[in-house]
């Protein structure tokens, strides 16, 4: 509200000589006290005070009639309304906006001064400035003292802050508290809905003001739009952030209004043109002219309001655009060129040219994303209308590479936008893309962002695949086949030029949402692949139709399971209902297509594994519940099919697909399951049959040798290969294969034994066999008997696994190692999920001879480094080989590591896993720390001794070679300081103190005693042998608490006491350094701190290092919130009495030459500093 002008308003008494008149706005609301609100509310009802509730009252009262006569409608919300500022009716709604604005024009034509003021704190307040705005009338532009004034000063006294600024005529001084300067939150960028709902609103009054100001036409009187312009300009070049968004924000959007305004006087002008045009028509016989004068005077006075506008937008682009398109804030500069992308579609003839189109230009190499976005949209707006298309002829040409560059954007957003402009570009103009920039965009369509593909797709379909042409022909399928057929070849034949991807299912997927009916056409597929050559012409190659068949596939595959391809991200994850619908119809379709046609193509192309394997994985999409399903007559054909093939072909691609095949078909849920099982039944058996008859004559039991010629080899082989893959996916217990296998593995190598090739199948079977015979433990064992024997099958294979281990050839090694763990970790499994109630497997322990063998089996080919000779190692110059041998050890070092979590091998087995956790920290680091976690969870203590195991022996390692006279180094020997950074790694994951508190004492307790145990001192060994080792463990201080530290310290002080330390000397620096870092924290303890260690308090210049008491007592560690309080009752507890008792403390850091036998414990129990105990305290026992 505009109060009335006082002499307390005005400007300071320096200021006012060169007034003409002043007022002051009051804009502060004051949220801290009833005082000022009820000031406020006092304000309100005061409406005849004030100039503007007067300039209203007096403009309702000339309309009163009308709005009585309305009958309520627009008088009731005009009295709802009345009485609140510009900036409350923002929070209004739109129709509010109206009416307060319509009052407010007319007040102004009352009280111009006034009512400006009050828009002019509207801006203010919209910045977030709770304060004063105070104005004064300025005589002229070229007053010489006028730039003094503009300045800003501080009023430290009253916490004042004064910003002045000319809005001509207008000074205006805006005051406000000091403490509020710092404060980032105002409207438009506080977090939440609020925010973006008064960014909303607030662009909605600045337009809603416009047109009312046309409407009412005061927008052209010389004075309203000159002082808002030059107030939003100079606010706009505030350096105070609040002001410079806000108000750069109203005058680009007010600049838009004003295009809108401009665009109306220019149809205006046209149609008065063109009405002008036909009245001379009529008049050419008549000799009145009036209405010709009228025509012409309306079209003159609408050119000249259109010159007017123009020089508005001219001012406030030069005054506000031209510095804040550039602005440090993103937000600026976005909505900058957010805006000025409007202005050229609203108004091309004043904007649409190349003196405008150079900031869009410059834009797009903005760093902030979003400049660069909103910048990117407004072109697709531009060039989505081809009537405007001539007019960015050169700005195509001037900034073409930079558009195609940014579908390379490191923002996916703003690169999916950068090819759908370019996807505009191609589609209105067909020369300004090359070749070349076609083949690059092109590529896009194999990125592993799903929206990028998907709008690289839409190009690659409409530049290639999208042919309306096509030739007269009489029949209605010819008419459909061969456009079809191209569109097929050229696609085929833009995938083989490509030679980016291998992977056709990626230009599937990138497809799929804009030539999904083309894709989807199977009918076309299949009858192009099943057609003769010689009939239709030259036809497909044997490459052409392979890519075909993958296209097929991967076409089947997305109507089954949507849009989720491995290594591409972005797709949607949450399918609509229509969606849904969409699938199954799509599933029902190619199910009924290709069930009956399926058979045909096997057959055609039974000859070529690389087809047959993709053609063979169609019936995994097949939908049960389709009506083709009850077709069992091609059903059948189809399974008899598939077992023509797996007669012919024993490539691991055919296997796999023919198995999951089955897997599918065999499926309770599916119609056509009993076909399908026996079909399956049938080809094991043959395999089964053939590999009993191939055995019973190459392997000799007797002569303890296998005897094959290469051929019978390769058949065996070949069986091996097939029952291999179905017992990787079904269940074929029923055919006794550990039986007939296990005896392979008992032959030696040196004396005959079954090539690598056939023992690696061997392995793999067997493995395949007890997981599944311990998968069906609950089912199949129904009696003890069958338990035993299921234990002594697990104990065979552990047995023939372990002789496979030693074997020569490094692929059945690994393959051995890995069956074993497998099988242990799923024995392990089903102990624990195992129902007491009925029968289950037996538990069973590896030998220990296994269990050496397996911990040497990963330190032998896990932990092997560059220069190792071992058949592991691959080619410096075989990156992928190096890739392949890399994923080979850790999927061995995974497999140990599961065998340590379940529980299989002791923990205690993990420490030589664990002391390569820094060394092969980028290689298997994150297995080697799930581990650790992993068997923290289950016994935290025990995982704690493991490390400490862990560290302890790489140090005696470390000692022994020292000790041996150097040389070179032996394998499994680290540096003392990569030990030492170990422990500190070690350390680090201990995060919660006091969760691992126990942990971390236990450390330091086992560190001690392997220092100090033993040691018995002599002047040949005047200091332990492993004493360097408390500078690895001080590592670990930083994770105890202070109490633990004292209760540590004092353990130490007892094992140190019966020996001579003299600490000046340097063969006891490592001592010296453990206890500084157990005392690190001991200077800046309170008086509680002392009290629960048993130490006196120290005066202040006393060295930090206390004296402790030594006796034979336990050692309670107090560890309590009362703890960190320094609380008086823990104060009380420091009494004369008690320090009566600490008489006989000593100095810890001093020699004991006759140390007393009565104040040592040498049965290894705990000193105890403090004797009382609080309830609340946790003792720990070291």
Not at 257 to 276: D, F, P
Request: glycine letters at 6%.
């Amino acid at each position: 509200m505009i109060t009335e002008p006082t002499a307390t308003d005005a400007s300071r008494p320096s200021e006012q000589t060169k007034a003409k008149s002043s007022g002051a706005v009051n804009q502060s609301e004051d949220e801290s006290g009833n005082e000022n609100r009820q000031k406020n509310v006092r304000r309100r009802r005061r409406a005849h005070d004030t100039s503007e509730n007067v300039t209203r009252k007096s403009a309702r009262a000339a309309s009163s009639g009308v709005g009585r006569a309305g009958g309520g409608g627009r008088g009731n919300t005009r009295r709802h309304v009345e009485a609140v500022t510009l900036f409350e009716v923002v929070t209004m709604g739109r129709s509010a906006m109206q009416v307060v604005i319509d009052d407010w024009i007319e007040a102004y034509a009352t009280d111009r001064d006034s009512s400006l003021l009050d828009l002019i704190s509207f801006f203010i307040q919209c910045s977030g400035c709770k304060g004063v705005v105070t104005a004064e009338m300025c005589q002229s532009r070229e007053d010489g003292d006028l730039m003094s004034k503009m300045v800003e000063e501080l009023d430290e006294a009253a916490s004042l802050r004064y910003k002045k600024f000319l809005a001509f005529p207008w000074i205006l001084t805006v005051t406000w508290p000091m403490d509020t300067d710092g404060v980032v939150e105002y409207p438009l960028v506080q977090s939440g809905p609020y925010g973006r709902w008064f960014h909303s609103e607030f662009c909605d009054f600045v337009s809603v003001l416009v047109a009312q100001y046309q409407q009412h036409g005061v927008i052209l009187d010389g004075y309203l739009m000159n002082t808002l312009i030059s107030l939003l300009t100079e606010l706009s070049n505030s350096y105070i952030r609040a002001f410079r968004h806000t108000c750069t924000l109203a005058a680009v959007k007010l600049l838009s209004s004003l295009a809108a305004v401009a665009l109306s006087l220019s149809v205006g002008t046209e149609n008065s043109q063109k009405l002008y045009k036909v009245q001379k028509t009529k008049m050419t016989r008549q000799k009145g002219t009036a209405q010709l004068e009228r025509i012409q005077k309306k079209i003159t006075e609408l050119q000249e309001k259109r010159t007017e506008i123009e020089s508005m937008m001219d001012v406030i682009f030069k005054g506000v655009f031209l510095k804040r398109y550039r602005d440090a804030l993103p937000e600026i500069r976005s909505l900058c060129v957010e805006e000025l992308g409007l202005w050229m579609k609203l108004d091309s003839s004043a904007f649409l040219n190349d003196p405008y189109l150079k900031y869009m230009g410059w834009t797009m190499y903005d760093k902030i994303p979003d400049v660069r976005l909103k910048c990117v949209l407004g072109l697709q707006c531009l060039y989505g209308n081809p009537l405007l298309l001539a007019k960015l002829d050169l700005f195509t040409s001037r900034f073409k590479d930079r558009m195609i560059s940014m579908t390379l954007d490191k923002d996916n957003e703003v690169a999916v936008q950068s090819m759908k402009l370019l996807l505009l570009i191609s589609k209105t103009s067909d020369d300004v893309l090359s070749a070349d920039d076609y083949q690059q965009l092109l590529r896009f369509v194999y990125s592993s962002q799903r929206p990028l593909a998907a709008a690289a797709g839409e190009l690659l379909y409409s530049r290639l695949l999208n042919s309306d042409t096509q030739d007269d022909l009489n029949e209605e399928e010819e008419a459909h086949e061969l456009p079809t057929s191209a569109r097929l070849k050229a696609l085929l034949r833009f995938h083989q030029e490509s030679e980016l991807h291998t992977h056709v299912v990626y230009l599937v997927d990138s497809l799929w949402d804009c030539g999904g009916a083309l894709l989807k056409d199977w009918a076309t597929l299949t009858s192009i692949l099943l057609q003769d050559p010689s009939s239709h012409g030259p036809g497909l190659t044997l490459a052409e139709q392979a890519v075909l068949v993958e296209i097929l596939v991967a076409s089947v595959r997305q109507a089954s399971e949507g849009p989720v391809v491995v290594g591409r991200s972005g797709a949607k994850k949450v399918m609509s209902a229509r969606e849904k619908k969409v699938q199954i119809d799509d599933s029902t379709k190619f199910t009924q297509h290709l069930l009956p046609v399926l058979p045909k193509l096997l057959s055609k192309f039974s000859s070529y594994p690389d087809v047959v394997a993709s053609l063979m994985k169609i019936p995994q999409f097949f939908l049960p519940e389709c009506p083709e399903a009850e077709n069992t007559q091609a059903v059948s054909s189809l399974v008899a099919e598939m077992g023509n093939v797996l007669d012919v072909h024993s490539d691991p691609a055919v296997l796999e697909a023919a198995a999951r095949t089955y897997l599918s078909l065999c499926g309770d849920e599916a119609t056509w399951s009993s076909t399908a099982r026996d079909a399956r039944d049938a080809l094991v058996q043959t395999w089964v049959e053939r590999l009993t008859v191939l055995l019973g004559d190459s392997l000799k039991v007797e002569e303890n040798c296998f005897a094959a010629d290469g051929e019978k080899t390769r058949d065996i082989l070949a069986a091996l290969k097939k029952l291999r893959a179905f017992h990787n996916c079904h269940d074929l217990s029923g055919w006794s294969l550990f039986e007939l296998l296990s005896p392979l593995l008992s032959v030696e190598s040196s004396l005959g034994g079954a090539p690598p090739e056939v023992l690696l199948e061997v392995l793999q079977c067997l493995s395949y066999f007890m997981l599944w015979s311990l998968n069906t433990s609950g089912e199949t064992l129904t009696s003890r008997e069958k338990a035993v024997a299921q234990r002594l099958q697990l104990r065979l294979f552990c047995e023939r696994s372990h002789h496979c281990l030693s074997h020569c050839d490094h692929i059945v090694r690994h393959q051995a190692f890995l069956g074993v763990c497998d099988v242990l970790t799923a024995h392990s499994f089903q102990l624990h999920v195992w129902d007491p109630t009925s029968f289950g497997p037996l538990a069973y322990t590896p030998s220990p001879r296994l269990q050496r063998a397996l911990s040497s089996f990963v330190c032998l080919h896990v932990f092997v480094g560059p220069d190792c000779d071992s058949q592991s190692r691959v080619s410096e110059n075989s990156g992928v080989e190096k890739l392949e041998d890399l994923h080979r050890r850790r999927n061995l070092l995974a497999a140990f590591c599961k065998l340590v979590v379940h529980g299989v091998l002791e923990m205690s087995v993990a420490a030589e896993v664990f002391m390569y956790y820094v060394k092969y920290y980028n290689d298997f680091g994150d297995i080697i720390k799930e581990t650790m976690y992993r068997a923290r969870r289950t016994d935290k203590i025990e995982s704690t001794r493991t490390l400490v195991l862990c560290l302890q022996q790489l140090f005696v390692r470390l000692k022994r070679e020292q000790e041996s006279g150097g040389g070179r180094a032996q394998p499994g020997v680290q540096t003392f300081t990569s030990i030492k950074e170990l422990a500190r790694r070690f350390a680090l994951t201990f995060g919660d103190l006091v969760k691992f508190r126990e942990c971390v004492v236990v450390i330091h307790r086992s560190g001690v005693e392997f220092v100090f145990q033993e040691f018995s001192q002599t002047p040949e060994t005047p200091t332990p042998l492993y004493l360097s080792y408390l500078t690895i463990l001080s590592e670990f201080s930083s994770k105890l608490l202070k109490p633990d530290k004292k209760t540590v310290f004092c353990y130490l002080q007892k094992l140190t006491a019966e020996h001579v330390t003299d600490l000046r000397e340097e063969r006891w620096q490592p001592l010296i350094y453990y206890r500084a870092s157990l005392l690190a924290a001991a200077e800046g303890e309170d008086a509680a701190s002392f009290v629960s260690s048993g130490r006196k308090p120290q005066p202040p210049n006393r060295s930090p290092f206390s004296k402790q008491k030594l006796d034979g007592s336990k050692l309670p560690c107090p560890f309590s919130p009362a703890d960190s309080k320094g609380s008086k009752g823990h104060r009380s507890k420091f009494s004369p009495s008690r320090q009566e008792r600490t008489t006989t403390d000593v100095d810890p850091f001093s020699v004991p030459l006759d140390p007393p036998a009565g104040k040592l414990n040498t049965e290894g129990s705990v000193l105890s500093t403090n004797h009382e105990v609080d309830d609340e305290t946790v003792e720990i026992e070291l």
